[in-house]
């Protein structure tokens, strides 16, 4: 039986200087740009699907027009019977 570790060996990368307190390595500014330019770019992207769902209708709304066109039917149907009834 195999475990995670197994399966996914750890990667062999720059490790963080330790000892004289910096704590970097010579890619960790790049590295930590381009996660900003992600996260920058996330931001934008979850704003304009907020935007595009405000405009969309919520499902309360929908559910109220197909209970209105159902009680109009209903109507309808009443009206139609009744006229039925009287022309008897």
Do not use: H, Y
């Amino acid at each position: 039986m195999s475990s995670a570790a197994d399966a996914f060996p750890p990667r062999k990368q720059n490790t963080l200087k330790s000892g004289d307190g910096n704590g970097i390595f010579d890619a960790m500014e790049a590295r930590i740009t381009k996660l900003e330019e992600i996260a920058d770019d996330t931001r934008a992207a979850l704003a304009m699907i907020n935007v595009k769902l405000d405009s969309k209708p919520d499902q309360g709304w929908i559910i109220n027009i197909i209970c209105v066109i159902f009680g109009l039917v209903l109507a309808a149907i009443a009206a139609t019977a009744g006229i039925f009834t009287l022309i008897r």
